[in-house]
């Protein structure tokens, strides 16, 4: 039964709410899951500080979220402390010459950012328009698109330690960056804020930024689903798992063999379908379970695997699963 009360236990931190058995699904993109056994929403380091000791205290795993735009969660829900962070201040301090750094909190969301950061005339991240999500989930898997990496503008962050709650300032090399990379993703650390080395520029340089803001969602619009999804759902395949080539370079890019076992617009599983714009993308169609998408991937896993000898392997990021549910 979903209760969604505010907890009264005795070993409760002061001044944060943990609420029981809320809901999930409207939490995420993908619009479906289970709930949270607990969820809170700190809107401060010590209240990040406080959450994480409490879990550690009830011997509870822990889920971080953000704006839910790259995960799965499983029609069972969460069965541990959700911490969605509230954190969402901005800060500008000023760098050497034309640079200028941004500290943005791990609950700002970046098309925010990029909105806060043009309308100061500040230029940088722009090319990630039209990504959904949140500051803490953009650094968890490096965002990148085309030839831009986030880790590019990261200079450091503060991140908090799950097991002491110990708040340290890190820098770029701790985060060991790559594609779809960081030292985040060992879950022993998360992340409260990240500071952004970018550049200030003239109003004109800004009107054009804002212009190729535009072009690019537009771009997007076109090419992907905007919404029920969590974007890609495979990621791309390391140089050595693939042995395809074309012009004389590794065919790593898995919309490539999905595009060939011919599932977009047309593989479904109950309310899950691969989108007709893109053949990497899952989509709700308004009614689908978690087990639908769940079992969707699969199908998808395995013509890829029958028809190359590859099996893709996801991007987005299961929660709640007792048992790993893909291939
Ligand atoms: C329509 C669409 C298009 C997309 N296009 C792209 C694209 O072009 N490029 C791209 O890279 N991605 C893309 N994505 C994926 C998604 O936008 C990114 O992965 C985004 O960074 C997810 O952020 P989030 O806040 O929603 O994280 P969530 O999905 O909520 O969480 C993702 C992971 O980050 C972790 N996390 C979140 N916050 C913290 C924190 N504070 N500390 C530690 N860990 C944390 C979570 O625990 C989880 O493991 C797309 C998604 C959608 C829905």
């Not at 969820?39 to 000791?53: D, G, H, I, M, R």
């Not at 969707?296 to 990021?317: N, S």
Request: hydrophobic letters at 40%.
């Amino acid at each position: 039964m979903i209760t969604n009360t505010v907890l009264a236990q005795q070993s409760m931190p002061s001044s944060l709410h943990i609420q029981s058995q809320v809901p999930l699904a409207d939490k995420t993109w993908f619009k479906v899951g289970g709930p949270a056994r607990f969820f809170c929403e700190p809107t401060s380091a010590a209240e990040f500080q406080q959450a994480v000791a409490w879990a550690q205290e009830q011997r509870l795993a822990v889920f971080v979220l953000g704006e839910g735009a790259n995960i799965l969660i499983s029609d069972a829900g969460f069965d541990g402390l959700v911490i969605r962070p509230a954190l969402r201040n901005i800060l500008i301090h000023d760098g050497a010459e034309q640079s200028v750094m941004v500290t943005a909190e791990a609950g700002v969301s970046l098309p925010d950012l990029i909105t806060f950061c043009l309308d100061k005339n500040i230029l940088g991240l722009e090319e990630f328009s039209g990504i959904p999500g949140t500051v803490g989930g953009s650094v968890y898997i490096n965002l990148h698109y085309f030839e831009f990496l986030l880790s590019q503008f990261l200079v450091s962050a503060q991140v908090v330690n799950r097991q002491t709650g110990q708040v340290q300032t890190m820098t770029n090399d701790w985060f060991n960056f790559g594609y779809n990379q960081s030292t985040l993703q060992a879950k022993e650390w998360y992340l409260l804020d990240a500071t952004f080395k970018l550049r200030r520029c003239s109003d004109l340089e800004a009107a054009y930024a804002r212009g190729r803001r535009i072009e690019i969602i537009r771009h997007r619009v076109s090419r992907y689903p905007a919404k029920n999804t969590c974007g890609s759902f495979f990621r791309n395949f390391h140089n050595d798992e693939v042995t395809v080539e074309s012009n004389g370079k590794k065919m790593i890019y898995v919309a490539y063999y999905l595009d060939k076992i011919g599932v977009k617009g047309t593989l479904s599983v109950g309310g899950a379908v691969v989108s007709y714009q893109h053949a990497n993308m899952l989509v709700n169609k308004g009614n689908a379970t978690s087990a639908d998408l769940v079992q969707l991937a699969r199908a998808m896993q395995e013509l890829v695997r029958q028809q190359f000898g590859i099996t893709p392997q996801p991007e987005c990021i299961l929660v709640g699963f007792d048992t790993y549910p893909l291939l």
